[in-house]
């Protein structure tokens, strides 16, 4: 059974970075296209970025339109966890982040792409 659980959370001051974990088990992780998401209060969850399976080749993360710059997405096959660096962060980055996971998938925006989710961690900004 696939389960993915997201650490690094909390409560963070405006400037500051962060790095999000999500670890997966029971799943060959290498296999999954990766994904993470966000909630914020009010609103509807919207593609923070992706990182595609590597099965042999290193593969290149996609964000949404508003996430670039700031967040970088990266994983460690050997250690079965995808990453979220948010730097600069900002009051409006306060949201639910979540992990997301699709086998063989590609890296892309639609939530319904994605089988498997985490139970999401918060992240609160203050200014």
């Known amino acids: 059974q696939v389960q993915l659980v997201e650490t690094g959370g909390g409560l963070v001051q405006a400037g500051e970075s962060l790095r999000l974990s999500c670890t997966g088990s029971?799943?060959?992780?290498?296999?999954?296209?990766m994904a993470w998401f966000r909630q914020a209060p009010g609103e509807e969850r919207v593609f923070v970025g992706a990182i595609a399976w590597q099965e042999f080749l290193e593969s290149t993360p996609s964000y949404g339109d508003s996430m670039k710059g700031r967040f970088t997405i990266s994983r460690d096959n050997a250690r079965n966890t995808v990453y979220l660096q948010i730097n600069s962060l900002r009051p409006e980055d306060t949201a639910v982040y979540f992990c997301?996971?699709?086998?063989?998938?590609?890296?892309?925006?639609?939530?319904?792409?994605?089988?498997?989710w985490g139970q999401g961690i918060q992240v609160t900004v203050s200014s």
């Open positions: 997301a996971a699709e086998r063989w998938g590609d890296a892309v925006p639609e939530e319904y792409r994605y089988k498997y």
């Open positions: 029971g799943m060959t992780f290498k296999q999954y296209c």
